[in-house]
């Protein structure tokens, strides 16, 4: 027989008693949004139950499934690309800890999105809102949750993207910056790396992609 309980103001969970050869199993799942849907997909589950259909439906804590899904479905991207994708899951284990996908709801979520977009542009906040929202639709295609919790939230931030004048330095300002450089070759090789820049205008990831050989 299944219960439903309420968890939160808009978040409910169903539990389910399995009993097979006097072995009791309880299944719980949240994140839906009313009585009626956790019901239904309660529902469901004793339909399976029934068939000898036994689902996996543990908890799944955000961090390790993030990290899990970066190793397996981002394997081969460059170093550079993977450094965002770390950047995302520092910022997830920093608010949610190892706290379960089936215990964030849309709201909580929204509040993640508004305290992360302080002093952050809108770049970053799509940048970060972008791997979340593809991992965790790889998890309701998992049925480890029943929804998106991403989808139709609003994106925050307080930064202004650059204007194109402000993107690139002008021509006396590059040769302040030139100067500079020559005087500090000696501190480390990373202005070597700079002045390479510089003079070249390769790109940060061609740069940090240079060997000796080149």
């Known amino acids: 027989?299944?219960?439903?309980?309420?968890?939160?103001?808009?978040?409910?969970?169903?539990?389910?008693?399995?009993?097979?050869?006097?072995?009791?199993?309880?299944?719980?799942?949240?994140?839906?949004?009313?009585?009626?849907?956790?019901?239904?997909?309660?529902?469901?589950?004793?339909?399976k139950l029934n068939k000898g259909i036994v689902p996996h439906l543990k908890d799944a804590p955000i961090d390790?499934?993030?990290?899990?899904?970066?190793?397996?479905?981002?394997?081969?991207?460059?170093?550079?690309?993977?450094?965002?994708?770390?950047?995302?899951?520092?910022?997830?284990?920093?608010?949610?800890?190892?706290?379960p996908?089936?215990?964030?709801?849309?709201?909580?979520?929204?509040?993640?999105l508004n305290e992360f977009g302080e002093n952050k542009a809108k770049e970053t906040v799509e940048k970060l809102h972008g791997h979340i929202r593809e991992c965790v639709q790889e998890a309701v295609e998992e049925q480890i949750i029943p929804r998106n919790f991403?989808?139709?939230t609003n994106l925050y931030y307080t930064v202004l993207a650059k204007v194109?004048?402000?993107?690139h330095l002008n021509y006396n300002d590059s040769k302040l910056v030139y100067k500079e450089l020559l005087k500090r070759l000696h501190e480390d090789k990373v202005y070597y790396l700079?002045?390479?820049?510089?003079?070249?205008?390769?790109?940060f990831a061609e740069l940090v992609g240079l060997t000796f050989e080149d």
């Open 1 to 47: 027989m299944a219960s439903i309980q309420q968890r939160g103001k808009k978040s409910f969970q169903y539990t389910v008693s399995h009993t097979v050869n006097g072995e009791t199993t309880v299944f719980r799942k949240g994140g839906f949004k009313n009585r009626t849907e956790a019901k239904a997909a309660a529902t469901e589950l004793e339909a």
């Open 101 to 112: 996908l089936q215990d964030i709801t849309k709201n909580s979520y929204q509040e993640f």
């Open 150 to 152: 991403t989808l139709k």
């Open 64 to 99: 390790e499934y993030f990290d899990n899904w970066v190793q397996l479905y981002k394997k081969g991207l460059s170093d550079v690309t993977l450094r965002h994708y770390k950047y995302t899951y520092e910022r997830i284990k920093e608010h949610f800890g190892s706290k």
């Open 194 to 203: 700079l002045l390479l820049g510089l003079e070249t205008g390769l790109r």
């Open 164 to 167: 194109e004048s402000e993107k």
